[in-house]
Each structure stands twice: as structure tokens, then as C-alpha cells.
């Protein structure tokens, strides 16, 4: 099975600080693109930041940027100057791009619950 | 910005009651996607279209579920007969090759 796994439930994080959330990812294509989506409680499904698996090249979308470890399949998430907005669930996603049926289909992972402290 | 527009936003509706939530992908993508939402489950895809044809079903309970594309500007997803463990949060999300922009969800509540 081509899994997403997010190991922290909730993380926590103090306003302007800095906070990094974990995701792992397991798959047998080589071509593939990893995003991480946040859900405010007004639940609302939001693109933060995406990342084309054949890019060296970490992502960065103004205070958020990524840590892509392709060989180790890892894929984490680190906003910087955390902003009291910034709380929501995050959720790492890998979507597939062979060819078939499978091609633009989205796993995703369990979700990581930010909370962020004035 | 274009958006994914789902109807209705909300629905309470009793046991046994048909359902029909509606999408309407952004224009000019061609991939639409159903998902189910749930505190347990998390995120399941539920049914995968592509160019209007359905590709990929295997996350819908075929007994009661059904999802169509009559057209490019519509997707259909219907629960006949509801149950209560069918309350959830359904989102639509379309995309082009490239990632998914989701619509605001149905909060689905069987009573």
C-alpha cells in the first residue's frame, strides 16, 4: 500500500517561533508530487505549499518552506514566525503520477493539529 | 480566484432519505475527486473522475452510493438510502494535472 504517515497528532508552537511537522511517505513510483494542505476549523481545505518529487530544490512559499528527503521519504513541513492564524490541521498529501487510473489520486496522511500560543 | 463550489453547505436530513450533494469543478480542470471526511477514517477517497468518465469507485459502498459527471460543470455524488454512519464531511476538489483545489464540504448529518 502507498501510505502517508504523519507521526504527531498535535504539535504546539508559541507565536513568532519556529515549528516543524513530520511526514513519511511510501511509494514505488519515482515521479510523484507531495503537498501539505491546512484545514482551519472553518474546514476549508487549503494548499500551503506543494513539491515535484524530481526536484532537488526544497519548496518555499513565504514562511513556509519544506525539508524533502527523497531517499529517505520524507516530507516536513516548517513555518517560521508562527503566526496565531497558522493554527489549523495540517495534512501531508503524495499524489501519483503514473499512468492509469492512479495518476492525480491524493493519499493522505492522518493530519497533525497545530496549535500556536500568543 | 476560481473556486469549487459545493451544495449544500449543510444538510440534516433522517434515516433512509435520499441525499444528493452537488460540485462544481473550476472551470477547465478535468479531474474531479469525491472524499469523505470523518474523525476515524480521516480523509477516504470515495470516487475519480477524468474528462467526465468515472475512473476509480473503489472507495464508495456501491449499495447505496452513486457519483456522476452529467456534465463538465457538474458532479453529482447520492446516498440512497442514508444511514447514520454516513454523516460526515464530503468535499469535492478538482484539478489539472497538478494539485487538488478542494470546495468548502457538505456536513452531512444523519439522524
Known amino acids: 500500500a502507498q501510505t502517508v504517515t504523519q507521526s504527531q497528532p498535535e504539535m504546539s508552537v508559541q507565536e513568532a517561533e519556529t515549528v516543524t511537522l513530520s511526514c513519511t511517505y511510501d511509494t514505488s513510483e519515482s515521479d510523484y508530487y507531495l503537498f501539505w494542505y491546512k484545514q482551519p476549523p472553518s474546514r476549508q481545505m487549503i494548499l500551503v505549499i506543494r513539491?515535484?518529487?524530481?526536484?532537488?530544490q526544497n519548496a518555499t512559499e513565504n514562511r513556509f518552506s519544506v525539508n524533502f528527503q527523497k531517499a529517505a521519504k520524507s516530507f516536513s513541513l516548517k513555518i517560521s514566525d508562527s503566526q496565531l492564524g497558522d493554527a489549523a490541521m495540517y495534512f501531508c498529501?503524495?499524489?501519483?503520477?503514473?499512468?492509469?487510473?492512479?495518476?492525480?489520486?491524493?493519499?493522505f496522511g492522518q493530519g497533525t493539529i497545530l496549535t500556536v500560543h500568543p | 480566484d476560481a473556486r469549487v463550489t459545493q451544495t449544500p453547505r449543510h444538510k440534516v436530513t433522517e434515516m433512509g432519505q435520499e441525499v444528493t450533494m452537488r460540485c462544481q469543478p473550476i472551470?477547465?480542470?478535468?479531474?474531479v475527486f469525491w472524499y469523505r471526511q470523518t474523525m476515524m477514517q480521516g480523509l477516504e477517497l470515495l470516487a475519480y473522475f477524468r474528462n467526465r468518465a468515472p475512473l476509480d469507485d473503489s472507495g464508495m459502498p456501491k449499495d447505496r452510493f452513486s457519483a456522476e459527471m452529467p456534465d463538465a460543470t457538474l458532479a453529482t455524488l447520492k446516498i440512497q438510502p442514508s444511514e447514520p454512519r454516513d454523516s460526515a464531511v464530503y468535499f469535492c476538489?478538482?484539478?489539472?494535472?497538478?494539485?487538488?483545489?478542494f470546495g468548502d464540504g457538505t456536513r452531512l448529518s444523519i439522524l
Open positions: 476538489a478538482s484539478g489539472f494535472f497538478g494539485p487538488q483545489h
Open positions: 513539491q515535484e518529487a524530481y526536484k532537488q
Open positions: 472551470l477547465g480542470h478535468n479531474t
Open positions: 498529501a503524495r499524489m501519483g503520477m503514473a499512468g492509469g487510473t492512479s495518476y492525480g489520486k491524493l493519499t
